[in-house]
């Protein structure tokens, strides 16, 4: 869409071994939400997702949202447990 604003969030994702051999450790190839939310009174809106490249980099652009909160959101897995980012307005 011409003109249209955008929001581009980026990040890494990082993991910490279980068996305690890489502390922080880049956590590639893993599916991310994105959610939205206008004011603090809202409710949170996912809005997209992202997977994380095999370094744990990731990189999406949402269009038509340049105001309010923004959170990205790991859900876990069997191994690994779910992880917020922090708020970002």
Do not use: C
Request: charge should be positive; hydrophobic fraction near 30%; glycine fraction near 10%.
């Amino acid at each position: 869409m011409r003109g249209a604003k955008a929001v581009r969030l980026s990040g890494t994702l990082r993991r910490v071994d279980p068996n305690g051999y890489a502390d922080f450790a880049p956590f590639g190839k893993q599916r991310l939400e994105i959610s939205y939310r206008r004011t603090e009174t809202e409710e949170w809106q996912q809005v997209a997702t992202v997977d994380t490249a095999a370094t744990g980099r990731f990189e999406r652009r949402v269009d038509g949202r340049m105001h309010g909160q923004w959170k990205v959101h790991y859900a876990g897995n069997d191994s690994y447990a779910a992880e917020q980012a922090g708020t970002r307005s």
